[in-house]
């Protein structure tokens, strides 16, 4: 959580970044200070914005957005470096996740988040990894661009409602209910968590038996209410809807274990701070598969097959 002078500098921020001042001449000295208060904290402006938008690309973007802003910006005014630059973040994601969510209603299939590779990002998983997961980014995507922010700011990385509620120029009462309903609609969709031992041995199971077309090991892998979601866009063919059901989802994977699996080589790696299996062909990722598991079994699984959401999974 922050400490109580940390989120009372970030209420005394808001108001500047709310009404930007001119900019004065700067010497070199300045401009460097600027720059390394910009960079010690680019990883958690990163974090605000790719949990608030969901996608890495939409994320730089708005983490540049707000250098160029911090750059121009006369912080002889500013106090506290990150309650300005936090505020500003936060806002700017919340009008790029706007415009998002217009474009994703016409998206073709079910979307899915934008995965991390958080072995060649270690930074990104420093602050609260748990709300990095792709279950988790899922839920979030049900929820309003400001009673994402709210969660966000609130769960993920513990700002007080009193600081939230002047980062969103809202009442505290309002940012409360917010993040009460947020969270009511995460505890719903949520399972129970397991160990990341077992994570990992569930999901070599299920590729194991994937690969096989086991039907017997798929249906004992699964629980009984999972749901199967494949992201492809337009560039790939994969399942338009979600896929329900211990019956279902054994049929759907089973009909393609014959060709799907041939001429590729399946690596583990970490996403978003998860175990998860990258399929690649020709050295370059083509699927990467997430999954959700839980006491009962594997819960939820994910298929990320856009080539525009995997350009940015590389391997040595």
Known sequence: MRSHTENLAIRREHQAETAPAPPTPES?????????????????????????????????DVVQDVWL???????????HPEAFLVTTTTRVAINVLHSARV????????????????EANPEVEAEFNESLSFALLVLLEALSPTERAAFVLREAFGYEYATVSEILEMSEMAV??????????IASGRRRTVSTTQHRRLLRAFVAAARSGDVQQLESLLAADVISYSDGGDAVHAARIPIV?????????????RW????????????????????????????????????????????LLNPEKLGRIHFA
Request: net charge negative.
């Open 103 to 118: 474009r994703r209603e016409t998206y073709t299939g079910p979307w899915l988040p934008e995965p991390i590779d958080t």
């Open 260 to 303: 799907f699996w041939d001429g590729i080589e399946v690596r583990e790696v970490e996403i978003n701070g998860e175990p998860a299996i990258a399929i690649v062909a020709d050295g370059e990722a083509v699927t990467v598969l997430s999954l959700c598991p839980s006491g009962d079994g594997i819960a939820r699984l994910f298929w």
């Open 245 to 257: 059901g211990t019956e279902r989802v054994v049929k759907f994977v089973a009909a393609f274990s």
């Open 28 to 60: 070199h000295a300045d401009l460097d200070t600027a720059a390394r208060e910009f960079h010690a904290l680019r990883p958690r402006l990163f974090g605000i914005a790719y949990r608030v938008i969901g996608t890495v690309a939409d994320a730089e």
């Open 176 to 185: 409360r209910k917010l993040v009460s309903r947020a969270r009511e609609h």
């Open 69 to 79: 802003k911090w750059h121009a910006y006369d912080r002889s005014q500013v106090e």
